[in-house]
T-cell receptor, first 115, second 114 residues
């Protein structure tokens, strides 16, 4: 069964360093998303991406963050100059369409710890 | 704007007992509602969704949920809990724009006792 895969599963980084979280969406999906969940808090939407452009982003997704689809398979989230409060589980998701009822398929997440 | 509230961050039931996980939503447009499950070390998996068709929605693994507009609720139930149902469950509402942004509740961890 097709699935969204994320690497690495765990990432520890020092404050101020840049990190790149990687995702391989399901191959025929066209819409890609990043969500995050800070420990003990809700899963929060960060950004959606379609046709090599950001289609929506939340207030959390500031200039510190960027997304890219560098090739035909990967979808990455870059966090520049990480802060302690960036420690969270980051989920990638993809969907075939963007209609409100379209199922988003999630990866298993990358746990980012900033020390 | 939309929001989701899940009452009870932890729910414990005995094996074979009824499972009831509560979800209330707020949405400025007719909502599309989802329940996701997360097993340990796995991603979020869709259990079921409501997209304005039948108000009683059946999902995988014997779960179902009923959309009640008057109560702004979308509670998840299963008649008989199984040990394998132990997981975290998330209720979510789809955004009130044309996109597919999901707003999640805080999650409910279901524990099943033998």
């Amino acid at each position: 069964e097709p699935e969204v895969t994320q690497t690495p599963s765990h990432q520890v980084t020092q404050m101020g360093q840049e990190v790149i979280l990687r995702c391989v969406p399901i191959s025929n999906h066209l819409y890609f998303y990043w969500y995050r969940q800070i420990l003990g808090q809700k899963v929060e939407f960060l950004v959606s991406f379609y046709n090599n452009e950001i289609s929506e982003k939340s207030e959390i997704f500031d200039d510190q963050f960027s997304v890219e689809r560098p090739d035909g398979s990967n979808f990455t989230l870059k966090i520049r100059s990480t802060k302690l409060e960036d420690s969270a589980m980051y989920f990638c998701a993809s969907s075939v369409g963007q209609g409100r009822g379209t199922e988003a398929f999630f990866g298993q997440g990358t746990r980012l710890t900033v020390v | 704007a939309q929001s989701v509230t899940q009452l009870g961050s932890h729910v414990s039931v005995s094996e074979g007992a009824l499972v009831l996980l509560r979800c209330n939503y707020s949405s400025s447009v007719p909502p599309y509602l989802f329940w996701y499950v997360q097993y340990p070390n796995q991603g979020l998996q869709l259990l079921l969704k409501y997209t304005s068709a039948a108000t009683l929605v059946k999902g995988i693994n014997g779960f179902e949920a009923e959309f009640k507009k008057s109560e702004t609720s979308f509670h998840l139930t299963k008649p008989s809990a199984h040990m394998s149902d132990a997981a975290e469950y998330f209720c979510a509402v789809s955004g009130d724009n044309a996109g597919n942004m999901l707003t999640f509740g805080g999650g409910t961890r279901l524990m099943v006792k033998p």
